[in-house]
């Protein structure tokens, strides 16, 4: 089973910023935070990770709670083609293992 | 060029015939995957190979045998098959090791079973 709960839909304004929470109460010590997304009919594709440090790249930020029970993807300025799934992922510590929960539907709107 | 590439993209097949499905990835990694996304959209990982060697063999039926004949190349072979086979393979690839361990997936191969 995931470890993590997302909701499982949300909108957005094209432009804007998009915030994608996320639960992982039972996160242990050593795993890592994963976002991935899947655009319709792709593969799914990698967005960023962390431990227990915020990480930004070009794709996003995420921003980790200090008890590390939860976090939050940002797209600062979303546009059309963020419209995917988005999946939060907590990789099973000592493996490539990842789990995906249901993920996060984003419409990014016009 | 392609990092991870799936063959074949469509796959429409009858009940009981035996199928394969080819993954290659360019990236340099040591480590493969295969994962099967059903019409709920759920994704589940199958097997996952580390330089040849199956490292994740989740609950799957024996029908399904992954074959590594090295490390850029992991192909997937399914035999019998059963309507409730009917889904899209993905296979994925990284780079084993370390906090990173990134996966790279292919487009998928969607399979019908009828």
């Known amino acids: 089973d995931a470890k993590t709960t997302q909701p499982p839909s949300m909108d957005c304004a094209e432009g804007r910023a998009a915030n994608l929470p996320c639960n992982h109460s039972?996160?242990?010590?050593?795993?890592?935070v994963y976002w991935y997304r899947q655009i319709h009919s792709q593969g799914p594709q990698y967005i960023i990770h962390g431990l227990k440090n915020n990480e930004t790249n070009e794709m996003a930020s995420l921003i980790i709670t200090e008890d590390r029970k939860s976090s939050t993807l940002i797209l600062p300025h979303a546009t059309l083609r963020d419209t995917a799934v988005y999946y939060c992922i907590v990789r099973v510590a000592g493996t490539g293992k990842l789990i995906f929960g249901q993920g996060t539907t984003l419409q990014v709107k016009p | 060029d392609t990092a991870v590439s799936q063959t074949p993209k469509y796959l429409v097949t009858q009940m009981g015939n035996d199928k394969s499905i080819k993954c290659e990835q360019n990236l340099g990694h040591d480590t493969m995957y295969w994962y099967k996304q059903d019409s709920k959209k759920f994704l589940k990982i199958m097997f996952s190979y580390n330089n040849k060697e199956l490292i994740i063999n989740e609950t799957v039926p024996n029908r399904f045998s992954p074959k590594s004949p090295d490390k850029a190349h992991l192909n997937l072979h399914i035999n019998s098959l059963e309507l409730g086979d009917s889904a899209v393979y993905f296979c994925?690839?990284?780079?084993?090791?370390?906090?990173?361990?990134?996966?790279?997936f292919g487009a998928g191969t969607r399979l019908s079973v009828l």
């Open positions: 994925a690839s990284s780079l084993a090791g370390g906090p990173k361990n990134i996966q790279y």
């Open positions: 039972t996160i242990s010590g050593n795993e890592y």
